[in-house]
């Protein structure tokens, strides 16, 4: 279609907008590192993710092996190659700024060359004692090919000679050891002053020390990292099982195709050539030249050396379970909409700590996609096993760069008695849903939750996100349904029984391409007829052209679209009945909600799924719908403060210019703090109505 923008086009025009939070000057300093960390660890996935795809599918040369497949990859790539420079300038610029504002307040990024004779002794003694055993410097010059590289560490490449013959010279490599000591050292300093000293400059200063058996007097090294093809290859050997092909498929990742190579401008040439030539890459690869530091995503963990301190306004408890001693009582009469963080994710945890040592409860069956480290989550779970429920966890095991863990908590589940499902070959399980059984007397009483968001209590302090709990029989009968596929993919009779709940991929795009044409046809009748739209991604193009026809219908369209928009809204045609924006700031905007006019009969739900053709045709997602009104009005409420957001929200153009919503003569409008204020004062209300 000639109305859509390239999906990775459109990605990398959301990053530029992590950018513009870096550049923010209203931005706390140390939150505007942390973005230019953000920004660093996105395009770090994006390469390793997208760039890796887009190349597979030239080598494909135009077969079908992707249900992305663009139909000119090798434009995509020289497009994402100019913006991607651009970025890395803007990149720079604004790390110049933030540099220039660290000095002014007496913080100080201190490299190798301006020690003073105390920091100059601190770091040989730190070099010495924690350093030097957990480095293996390789003299790689001679070697047929470079040993292993890890893609999200950092090396220092060496070059070394003497001063009377520049020719007379050898190179060497150091991997940066920032997993183990972290990146950030702090230095002696004088009173009142803030010195930091980054890892590798700490392995710069001791170069004549590491090096010393050569004799060589003159010694320069440069940053460099290398990104890698992230692509899970699952072979289709019938003699090995899933999960031996998905360990196969990690294994294989480590020594993907090189995507990006990222270094330090100033390298020396033949450095350059060499590592350039060893990696198999070229200058039409993506060569991206830089400044002296890399890795920028460690810089989401500067030190907090800031005397201004960000305060994050506390979660609170919801209003309906802070005055009930048990969450599981309160949801077995009343509907409960959690959103988060404004809310506590404690009460979803409670919920299942409830449930374990609940003598009447029965069994448990939830899904989980992406889990905390140190997973609240799965020790009830393993609590309720050992208390004798029958605990059944989906547990996703292609989560993209949580495979690994995934596998840990499988075997950590399965050896406390948990049946764990690991999902089918061909689709992943993207739906958060979760039913426990109780019996009370004869009969079986269920309840859970349908979520937008992971179960991970890390996440969800920055991520928003909805969670509705609930007993709703048959939203219940739904996740059962569901859990009755999953143990038996074969049978998708399941999928297609379901009657509340839409799915993915049997029901859900047919459902809400009918909620469309329902808007299409009142405004051609001259009737009120209205969408509104807050999702993550909008790239599926059938689902783009059938907005493209109802905003030629004269529907009225309001989309909150956080990343990928595929869809060119700006249309001036459109402009009395399209609003289209994404809002990016403190917390991640993650939720996904659809609201649909219906001749005056509203309809109101939460999913797990974006618009894209990945979660409609190739994964298995939940959307609820919120049938209780005044739940209904809360999430239109948050919806319409997020449209009024002009302080936060951009403008989503053909153009991707990213210009900020005007503000002039209007209240200013950061939506992320008055949603929270208007969360706070219902629970402010209660808290009234209580005393």
Not at 428 to 437: F, G, P, T
Not at 624 to 650: C, Y
Request: glycine share 4%; charged share 25%.
């Amino acid at each position: 279609m000639k109305n859509l923008i390239p999906r990775d086009v459109s990605w990398l025009s959301f990053n530029a907008r992590v950018l513009q939070e870096a550049a923010d000057p209203t931005v706390p300093l140390r939150e505007r590192i942390r973005f230019l960390g953000i920004h660093s660890n996105n395009m770090d996935e994006f390469f390793r993710v997208r760039v890796a795809t887009l190349k597979r599918m030239i080598e494909l040369g135009g077969k079908k092996g992707n249900m992305h497949l663009e139909t000119n990859p090798g434009q995509i790539l020289d497009q994402i190659q100019t913006i991607v420079l651009s970025q890395q300038n803007e990149f720079n610029r604004i790390w110049g700024d933030i540099l220039k504002e660290m000095q002014q307040q007496n913080i100080f990024l201190i490299d190798e060359k301006k020690l003073n004779k105390t920091q100059q002794q601190f770091v040989r003694t730190f070099f010495e004692e924690e350093v030097r055993s957990n480095i293996i410097p390789l003299m790689i010059e001679s070697v047929p090919q470079l040993p292993y590289l890890r893609e999200k560490s950092i090396y220092l490449g060496v070059v070394m000679h003497t001063e009377d013959s520049a020719y007379n010279q050898k190179y060497a490599l150091i991997e940066v050891p920032s997993r183990i000591f972290g990146r950030f050292i702090q230095l002696p300093a004088p009173e009142g002053q803030q010195h930091i000293i980054l890892l590798e400059d700490v392995i710069r200063f001791n170069l004549p020390y590491i090096f010393s058996y050569f004799n060589y007097t003159s010694f320069e090294s440069y940053i460099f990292k290398v990104t890698k093809d992230a692509e899970l290859d699952i072979d289709n050997d019938i003699t090995t099982s899933f999960v031996q092909k998905i360990e196969k498929g990690i294994r294989n990742r480590r020594i993907g195709k090189p995507t990006r190579f990222v270094f330090d401008k100033e390298m020396d040439a033949g450095l350059l050539e060499y590592l350039m030539k060893k990696l198999s890459l070229s200058r039409k690869d993506n060569i991206i030249p830089g400044g002296r530091i890399h890795n920028f995503r460690h810089f989401m963990d500067f030190p907090d050396v800031f005397a201004q301190k960000k305060v994050r306004r506390a979660s609170f408890t919801h209003p309906a379970l802070a005055t009930s001693m048990r969450v599981t009582d309160v949801i077995l009469k009343q509907d409960v909409l959690l959103h988060f963080p404004y809310h506590s994710f404690n009460s979803v945890i409670d919920l299942l700590r409830e449930a374990a040592i609940d003598p009447d409860v029965v069994s448990i069956q939830i899904t989980a996609y992406r889990l905390a480290s140190n997973s609240k989550i799965i020790n009830a779970l393993i609590n309720a096993s050992r208390n004798g429920k029958h605990v059944v966890v989906m547990l996703e095991l292609r989560a993209r760069f949580d495979e690994e863990p995934n596998l840990m908590w499988k075997q950590v589940l399965e050896e406390e008695g948990v049946k764990v499902l690991i999902g089918m070959p061909n689709v992943k399980v993207h739906a958060k849903i979760c039913v426990i059984k109780k019996r009370t007397g004869n009969k079986i009483i269920q309840y859970g939750f349908v979520s937008t968001g992971n179960l991970n209590e890390k996440t969800a302090r920055v991520y928003a996100d909805e969670c509705m709990l609930t007993s709703n029989r048959n939203v219940m009968a739904d996740i059962n349904r569901i859990f009755k596929y999953l143990e038996n993919p074969s049978k998708i009779k399941y999928l297609s029984a379901c009657k509340t709940l839409m799915v993915c991929p049997l029901t859900m795009r047919k459902q809400l391409l009918q909620l469309i044409i329902t808007e299409i046809k009142h405004a051609k009748a001259g009737k009120k007829a209205s969408i509104t739209l807050k999702i993550n991604s909008l790239s599926d193009p059938q689902m783009i052209e059938k907005i493209f026809e109802a905003a030629d219908a004269g529907v009225d369209l309001h989309f909150v679209v956080r990343g990928i928009c595929c869809a060119k809204l700006g249309s001036k045609k459109w402009h009395k009945h399209v609003t289209a924006i994404s809002i990016v700031d403190e917390y991640l905007e993650h939720s996904r909600i659809m609201v649909f006019h219906h001749g005056g009969k509203e309809k109101v739900f939460i999913s797990s799924a974006d618009w894209m053709l990945r979660n409609l045709d190739h994964r298995i997602e939940a959307a609820i719908p919120i049938k209780d009104k005044t739940l209904g009005n809360e999430l239109k409420d948050i919806l319409s403060i997020q449209l009024q957001d002009n302080v936060k929200a951009r403008i989503l153009d053909n153009e991707l210019q990213n210009h900020y919503v005007p503000s002039a003569s209007k209240k200013r409008v950061r939506s992320q703090i008055e949603i929270y204020n208007y969360l706070n004062k219902k629970m402010k209300t209660v808290e009234t109505r209580s005393d």
